[in-house]
């Protein structure tokens, strides 16, 4: 069997390009400049390079750019206050805000201030609420689960009436998959799965298509898969190489479903372009409401 290998690059090149022309029309159009503010607090450097690859995807398309910088040692109602005010900006549409905070920050307290109607990454309660009534009630998507959705849509790949299986039940990842996968119009049947899922590997041997976002590097093997399944690969794991290099890879053993799943995606190059151009989407959406 061929495996086909599902990749996110020239898929997520499209969708900016389209957001790129929707941004200027917005502009040209109705004279709204859309804008992000991205809220960064000193202490972890992935997420500031998460963000700082917002900022350059962001200006690429013309979506304008507002920073917000703090020390580490600010407190949590000083942030808050912080948010409040960029919240009632009417000239910024979308906020982006460092997660995870330094521990000491209420994290909770933090998002609960940005503006539902501005919370693209749709961490607020008031948005997973409206995610958690149906996929048609949501205003906005998680970025991470919205571009596997539109990833496989862009392939032609459909879950309507397939088994589906999710590893993992982050908050951000896999829970809201399984819900937007489980919606009315995608209409797949889901079986959500953790680390207390009994007999693993043969709940996940029964999916069509098997998603993977437990943050365990290589975890999912041939024995996981079922022949002719679709296998999405959320994870990215830093591991050492043999070399003493870092390399990335996902929560699958690739190669070891090379000729047996019908479909997946690579690690790097498959989900992770797909992110941040549905970030892109979300903010596109923000400013045109």
């Keep these: 069997m061929t495996t086909q290998k599902i ?6 090149a499209q969708i900016m390009e389209e957001v790129r022309l929707d941004v200027e029309k917005l502009k040209s159009e109705r004279g709204v400049q859309a804008q992000v503010a991205l ?16 900022k350059k995807s962001a200006l690429k398309i013309g979506i304008a750019v507002l920073e917000r910088r703090f020390p580490a040692t600010i407190t949590t109602e000083t942030l808050v206050a912080s948010i409040k005010v960029i919240s009632a900006d009417e000239s910024v549409h979308a906020i982006l805000c ?4 330094p521990s000491h920050l209420d994290e909770a307290k933090v998002i609960e201030a940005i503006a539902p109607s501005k919370d693209v990454d749709c961490v607020h309660p008031y948005n997973q609420g409206l995610l958690a009534m149906g996929g048609e009630k949501a205003r906005f998507f998680p970025c991470t689960p919205f571009g596997v959705c539109e990833l496989l849509k862009r392939y032609g790949y459909s879950v309507s009436g397939k088994q589906v299986v999710v590893l993992g039940r982050s908050s951000i990842v896999g ?5 937007m996968l489980s919606t009315k119009g995608s209409d797949a049947t889901v079986t959500l799965c953790h680390s207390r899922t009994q007999d693993l590997q043969s709940v996940c041997r029964s999916a069509d298509f098997l998603f993977a976002a ?3 590097p290589k975890f999912v093997t041939r024995d996981f ?4 399944a679709v296998v999405v690969d959320v994870g990215t794991n830093r591991i050492l190489g043999d070399d003493g290099k870092y390399l990335l890879v996902g929560d699958v053993d ?6 047996h799943a019908s479909a997946a995606t690579p690690v790097p190059g498959g989900v992770g372009p797909m992110t941040r151009a549905m970030l892109m989407k979300n903010i596109f959406s923000a400013a045109s409401l």
């Design 225 to 228: 898969v079922k022949e002719g």
């Design 39 to 54: 809220v960064m607090v000193e202490g972890d450097p992935a997420s500031q390079v998460y963000l700082e690859s917002a």
């Design 254 to 259: 690739f190669q070891s479903i090379v000729g």
């Design 7 to 12: 990749l996110g690059n020239e898929v997520s």
């Design 214 to 216: 437990i943050g365990k």
């Design 175 to 179: 829970r809201p998959l399984s819900i």
């Design 98 to 101: 460092q997660l995870p905070l």
